[in-house]
């Protein structure tokens, strides 16, 4: 029970913090974000402070929007900054005058700032790797050690990192609102794939925490279907992130041995992988199956899809071939074009795959060498084994090593 | 036994630094503190807890925000607990989170 206790006030951070920090600067200015965080920072450490010494209020969230209000209002307006330079650059609302200058915490305004936060923090005026540090912080409420973990930087790098960006927030004067109509598409591309990179950087991330990384997809995820959940964000593309995603989530469990190493897909127990959200991702595939726009997400979770299926068909692996040509064709990449070569591999034969193999500039990868390893194991013992030593000593963590070594002496 | 009111005070705090985990272990480092002090059945009273947001009136009718305006440390809330004396009062100070945060506890005596 005690364990618990503590457990919500984390789960209430992560939850609450970015839907208070977004309605504050919601009501009185992207501008003034740093004073939001401060002021939903400051909250929480009362509630640290007086639910240890008290005992839980019936309703935290009540509680913490609360003493949220309080301190909003009492900051701006002992500061001035409230009559000066907020109150001026409210919108006029004659009907309902006095109101608009109190945070207000409904679902809706809640859900809106949020969604208009995200439109905000996605924006290419700043870096991309900036809107990913902004992301967990003001929309996933993640703490600075916490981000430099993820992206196994220093402290230090990130706050600066995050405090230009905050920066650039206010002289490129971005404002917390819906893009106008014909601008939803652009901005939405962007606000995608900082989800999606978000996402990799928890599914590829080369930190070792577990936990931390599977809460990077979760947050992912969550960002994902918050934009399904508004009309005009819920395109078919929106959906197909979703979807694949939700396919990728579900070998979370089942790749992470005892030692924390990968478990490499095909020898991963299928049991563990998670059937619910297998299920969710074929709901939203289906969702996504509508419009004219064949976006890399749709394809990425075909092809994720069929991974949710474990025997080998020709059917499968000729569909995947394709949708690896169609992912190329829309942008090249040489990580895809490898992953293809492996496609063609168990589609058509090793011969036609080495044929393309050698045509792929990529010395400088394991990854490459693994795949030739691959190739070469039934044709030619020497060249396979040549192969996995370079991919050997081109592999970057012990883990990676310990796998290569396993299959040069399976050879 | 007599009683003693223990009241923290904390030092202004970095909120860049705060994240769910730290909140977490400060919320449960406070119900550690008092927890240990109630099961030796010395907690006289947890307290009434104070806004950090107030006014101040100072002589002449000057009214100003605060009432942490003008020092270092704000005056977070506070708790009574039973001591055979101030000796005692104090060990039992020890390990108040706010120590941690750079702050600190004052105790005082309650007149009978």
Redesign the interface.
Known sequence: M?MKE??V???L??RE?SKMVAVISKLYGLQHIEIA??IV??T???????????GMPENPTAWLYV?AK??TL?HFR?NKIFDEKVVPALPRDPENHGNTTIPDFSEGNIRDSQLQMLFAVCNPAITSEAQMGLALRILC??????IAEAFLSKKDTI?KRLFRAKDKLRTANIKMEFPPEHEIIPRLDNVLHIIYLLFNEGYYSRTQNHILRKDLCLEAMRLGIMLSEYEKTNLPKTNALIALMCFHASRFDARQSEGNNFILYKHQNPELWDKTLIKQGMRFLELSARGEEISSYHLEAKIACWHCYREDTAEKWEDILQLYDSLLKLNYSPVVALNRIYALYKAEGERAALEEAEGLNMEGSHFYYVLLGELYKNMNREKARASLKKAYALAGTPPEKEEIQKQINGL | MKEFVLLFRQPS?D??????????A??????D??GNISSQGKLAD??I?L???GKVLKPGGVIT?GPFVEIKERL??F?VIKADNIEEATTLAHGC?ALDAGGSVEIRPVFG
């Open positions: 005690e503590e457990n006030l984390k789960d951070f992560q913090f965080e401060d920072s400051e929480f450490l009362v509630a640290a402070e007086t639910w240890g010494v008290k003493v309080q301190k009492y002992r409420g993640f703490g600075i050690d916490e706050n | 705090y909120y860049s630094e705060v994240s769910p985990k730290e909140m977490q400060l919320a449960q480092k406070w119900k503190w008092v947890n307290g807890r806004s950090l947001e925000d977070g809330s708790i989170p």
